[in-house]
């Protein structure tokens, strides 16, 4: 089994009609990963904490038929955290947050994972918004002494990081727990380090998400490959980068890593992502996998 930590949220997305409507969909990078991986046919759980308000039964909803494991979701009566994106003409999004008092910003460190856990995946809000950040390095921290496949993607969100010196120390404090770190070209622009350093600190693979560039791994042993984007007809970029992890974590929790493989079936799913409104992950048949 696969478990996805991070936060579940909505996603107020622009709509065409009527002129400056906004449609609730779910979202939130953990979520839309664990939603990935259960629709891949992965075995995935969600850790995470979900309000009992209306889009909190919504989100658990998209996640149960997708047929992730919910047994590790706490549940809260504070509501549930909002993003609201702004799509660019290329289909990328910069994002606003409401996160005051929110659900996930309240999620506790659980009990050991259960027996037959094989990887660990963590980012986004998640990891920024106390209290329930230092929850989540904790489990980051535990799970990876226990042997466990972990990914993280900082998916950096500006607008919610008050103080980017102390992310960025916290974010090196971090590497030295991380299985796979996996990055878009923005979020590697914005911590300002380089890769050398990064696989030093202890990852043993660097992703780099490059938009219509493709996807680029680094390993601690010096091998680099590059697999090209898939071109299709954009509608937007949200849930791409989640599905990515998704794609990788589904291969690389099976056996050891064949990146050429790797990144292009992470980049054909990503595609797909790209072709609907919203995080609208693919189904494995439609990956012929």
């Known amino acids: ?70 047994s590790l979701v706490q549940r809260g009566p504070e509501p549930t955290t909002l993003a609201v994106p702004s799509l660019a003409p290329d289909g990328s999004a910069a994002y606003g947050f409401y996160v005051e008092g929110t659900a996930d910003r309240l999620f506790r460190l659980p009990p050991a994972l259960p027996e037959g856990v094989r990887a660990l995946a ?16 904790a489990l ?11 990914l ?22 971090w590497l030295p727990y991380v299985g796979v770190l996996k990055l878009s070209e923005e979020d590697a622009a914005w911590l300002g380090g ?22 680029t791994v680094w390993t601690r042993e010096g091998a680099e490959h590059s697999v090209p984007a898939h071109q299709v007809s954009v509608v937007d ?29 992470a980049a054909a799913a990503a595609a797909l992502t790209c072709t609907r409104a919203g995080a609208e992950p693919p189904y494995a048949s439609e990956l012929n996998d």
């Open 1 to 70: 089994m696969i478990v996805v930590g991070g936060e579940a949220l909505i996603d107020l997305v622009p709509v065409a009609q009527p002129p400056g409507a906004l449609l609730p969909r779910p979202g939130g990078g953990p979520y839309n990963t664990a939603l990935a991986l259960g629709r891949l046919g992965a075995r995935v759980a969600f850790c995470s904490r979900i309000s009992t308000d209306g889009f909190g039964v919504s989100l658990l909803a998209g996640l149960r038929a997708a047929g992730v494991d919910l």
């Open 122 to 137: 963590l980012g986004t809000c998640s990891l920024v918004l106390e209290p329930g950040a230092g929850a989540y390095e």
């Open 140 to 150: 980051l921290r535990r799970e990876s002494g226990r042997g466990l496949l972990t």
């Open 152 to 173: 993280l993607d900082p998916n950096i969100r500006p607008a919610l990081i008050a103080d980017p010196a102390a992310y960025r120390a916290r974010f090196l404090s």
């Open 194 to 215: 380089r890769v050398g350093d990064w696989l030093a600190a202890g990852p043993s693979a660097v992703v780099l998400t490059r938009g219509a560039g493709g996807l």
């Open 237 to 265: 970029t949200i849930g791409a980068g989640d599905t990515v992890n998704a794609a990788l974590l589904h291969r690389l929790s099976a056996g050891p890593a064949d990146w050429p493989e790797t990144l292009s079936y």
